[in-house]
């Protein structure tokens, strides 16, 4: 399925993946996140219950340096 | 002397604030933070940068959150409805913290403040829980509106973001702290330790920097420098100064007992 993820358009081989895993599929394992889905933020106690479809639009941001 | 700055209900022993953008490196973010003293320093949020990251170390690493209180900002917001969200985002990435700075501008060339954006922005996040310190300009009107939507504390502009030419209204800044019931912090635009005291001593509860600190030749001298200038600053205004005169006929060594030719 395609997905896009910070604007870029993304394929995933799997259909069906949670936020977790997908998480995990993009190396980004214990790194501090928010994820918003189509405009609505998913909780973290969320991510392993919120299933990601085709067409899905994802923001993944951190904090970073800035004043 | 116990003379703490309260924000939100929460007591700060130090009255300088820093951004940790602009740095060498983390290592260099974290050595000039440690030497300003700064315990609420800010932070951007931005898209992840997805592939080639795993083990790229990152800033939460060099400053826990445990250890400073983060001040999520807004910057690169030119819309109400894109700080909201982003302060949302900042909301949920930090496990519910509601203390951020909003900033809305309204120019990429001078990133000059759009208030009128900052006071939608700034309903709406207080409406939600938020407590919102709010970066403005130096309009005393504005700054009053503000406080007056909730805002918990009101952060003007000594100058433009990064520009480093210290104090251009100190009326301005007097009228603002007049007013204000509220913290007000100098935002943006100190370049050196003397523009940190001399907000300071106008009145100021507190100055927030980044650029003068991060692009000074040696940044973390530079921090040790503004954390002095804003101690020194404050006592200066508690003390209470002299006032100016143009001359006084009072000198402060004694008249009499000259040595006269007898």
């Keep these: ?23 995990v599929a993009l190396n980004l394992t214990g790194k501090r996140l928010a994820i918003e889905k189509n405009g609505e933020i998913v909780p973290r106690s969320q991510f392993d219950s919120v299933n990601i479809c085709d067409g899905d639009k994802l923001e993944i941001v951190s904090a970073v340096g800035g004043g | 002397m116990n003379d703490e700055l309260m924000i939100a209900g929460k007591a700060y022993q130090s009255r300088l604030l820093v951004g940790t953008g602009k740095y060498k490196d983390f290592k260099e973010t974290r050595a000039a933070i440690d030497a300003s003293g ?3 320093v800010t932070v951007a949020i931005r898209r992840t940068n997805i592939g080639q990251t795993a083990g790229e170390p990152s800033l939460l690493e060099y400053l826990p959150p445990e250890e400073f209180t983060y001040l999520p900002n807004t910057a690169g917001c030119y819309s109400a409805d894109d700080a909201v969200r982003t302060l949302r985002l900042a909301r949920e990435l930090l496990d519910g913290h509601k203390l951020v700075k909003l900033e809305v501008l309204g120019d990429p060339k001078t990133l000059y403040p759009n208030v009128i954006e900052t006071i939608a922005a700034a309903k709406t996040l207080v409406k939600d829980g938020f407590d919102v310190m709010v970066y403005t300009s130096d309009d005393p009107i504005i700054a009053k509106q503000l406080e007056d939507i909730g805002c918990c504390a009101v952060m003007p502009l000594a100058s433009l973001i990064g520009s480093g030419m210290g104090i251009l209204n100190p009326w301005n800044l007097q009228i603002i702290i007049e007013n204000a019931k509220i913290p007000v912090l100098v935002d943006a635009g100190i370049g050196s330790a003397a523009d940190a005291a001399v907000a ?5 509860d507190g100055v927030l920097m980044n650029t003068a600190i991060a692009a000074a030749r040696d940044p973390v001298m530079m921090a040790g420098a503004m954390k002095k200038a804003i101690e ?10 002299m006032p100016k005169k143009l001359y006084s006929a009072s ?6 007992g000259l040595i006269t030719a007898a």
Aim: charged share 15%; proline share 4%.
């Design chain 1, 1 to 23: 399925m395609n997905i896009f993820i910070n604007g870029n358009l993304k394929q995933l081989e799997s259909e069906n993946v949670t936020i977790s895993a997908l998480i």
């Design chain 2, 38 to 40: 700064a315990q609420i």
């Design chain 2, 200 to 204: 300071m001593e106008l009145g100021c």
């Design chain 2, 232 to 241: 020194a600053g404050r006592e200066s205004f508690l003390a209470g100064r």
């Design chain 2, 251 to 256: 000198p402060s060594s004694p008249t009499s």
